[in-house]
């Protein structure tokens, strides 16, 4: 695709209840990163796919949150029995190659816990 | 681990005039990478500009340039000329550039909202 797709754009979900939010990255690009954005704060790091190897998942705040990437492409981030301090913006960035090429990003999922 | 800080939450500037936003971070390595992004309203985070720690020489693209210090950790934006649609959030960011877990992953300041007056 033309860039890095998310969806939905916007999620309403019951504290307690299990979401899913999708990223598309552009077509190619190896490396794919999943970032947090809370009110008034910055990107907070999530997790990291690169290629086949394993995730870098050292940045999920709990076990309640896990993501997959599926044939080295799209990608699924899950939060379950979501709470309210879950409310925040998630974004999804890739590129080409982790180390010398540029990440581009998503429009991102803005996620509200009621 | 890397952190960056961003000491200015809001800036304003008056349209056609310059402004410098502000950002140090703290790293004991020796090779790097640094971004200035924009999130406008729509919530896409844009790449302004990037600096590689090795080079002394600023960073330029068109009305955006930086004043990279190394010796000092600071890493500012300037903006020249400053126009209506310059208005968003800006976010410094660090990279490291060598191997590990850590490759890829950017560290984020908390931001700068910068407001442009007509």
């Known amino acids: 695709g033309a ?3 998310q969806s939905p754009s916007n999620k309403v979900t019951e504290k307690g209840k299990d979401v899913e939010l999708r990223c598309d990255p552009i077509s190619g690009h190896t490396a794919l990163y999943w970032y947090r954005q809370s009110l ?3 990107l907070e790091f999530l997790i990291y ?3 086949n190897s394993a995730p870098d998942k050292s940045g999920l705040p709990s076990d309640r949150f896990s993501a997959e990437r599926t044939g080295g492409s799209v990608s699924t981030l899950t939060i379950q029995r979501t709470q309210q301090e879950d409310s925040a913006v998630y974004l999804c960035a890739s590129s080409l190659k982790p180390r010398d090429s540029e990440a581009f990003f998503g429009q991102g999922t803005r996620l509200t816990v009621v | 681990a890397q952190t960056v800080t961003q000491s200015q939450p809001e800036m304003s500037v008056q349209e056609a005039e310059t402004v410098t936003l502000s950002c140090t971070y703290d790293t ?8 200035w992004y924009k999130q406008p ?9 990037r600096q590689e720690a090795y080079k002394q020489q600023n960073a330029t693209e068109n009305r955006f340039s930086v004043n990279f210090q190394k010796a000092a950790k600071s890493f500012s934006l300037k903006i020249s000329d400053s126009q209506l649609g310059d208005a968003a959030m800006y976010f410094c960011a660090y990279r490291s ?4 877990s850590t490759l890829g992953r950017l560290y984020f300041g908390r931001g700068t909202q910068l407001t442009v007056w007509p």
């Open chain 2, 41 to 49: 309203p729509s919530r896409q985070m844009i790449l302004v500009i």
């Open chain 1, 40 to 42: 008034g704060q910055g």
């Open chain 1, 3 to 5: 860039g890095v797709s």
């Open chain 1, 49 to 51: 796919f690169q290629g």
């Open chain 2, 97 to 100: 550039s060598g191997r590990g």
């Open chain 2, 28 to 35: 004991s390595e020796s090779d790097y990478y640094l971004f």
